[in-house]
Nanobody, 120 residues
């Protein structure tokens, strides 16, 4: 079983920055892709950014150029640096991690979510 613990959310004014962290712990076999999703009030959860174990990244168009995802494999930790924040970035941000159990067996885990609020 893998636990994901997020930190770094909070309130900031538009144009500001925040850095989210998510650490995976527990009986980990191997962590594959890790990512960040968000759910804004009244909207569906959407992908923000994802990073593979080989550091290939992918971003939602709405955050490209402003957000940067990175990871520390030794610590099983993923980060999301968010710059030039906008009010529309306000959401609960969720960390995700895919555990690679075997070549054909995988399991996805989710963090509890951390609130990011951007005021205009």
């Amino acid at each position: 079983q893998v636990q994901l613990v997020e930190s770094g959310g909070g309130s900031v004014q538009a144009g500001g920055s925040l850095r989210l962290s998510c650490a995976a712990s527990g009986s980990i076999v191997s962590i594959g892709a890790m990512g960040w999703y968000r759910r804004a009030p009244g909207k569906q959860r959407e992908l923000v950014a994802i990073i593979t174990s080989s550091d290939t990244t992918n971003y939602a168009d709405s955050v490209k150029g402003r957000f940067t995802i990175s990871r520390d494999n030794a610590k099983n930790t993923v980060y999301l640096k968010m710059n030039i924040l906008k009010p529309e970035d306000t959401a609960v941000y969720y960390c995700s991690a895919r555990e690679i159990i075997t070549t054909t067996a995988m399991r996805d885990y989710w963090g509890q979510g951390t609130q990011v609020t951007v005021s205009s």
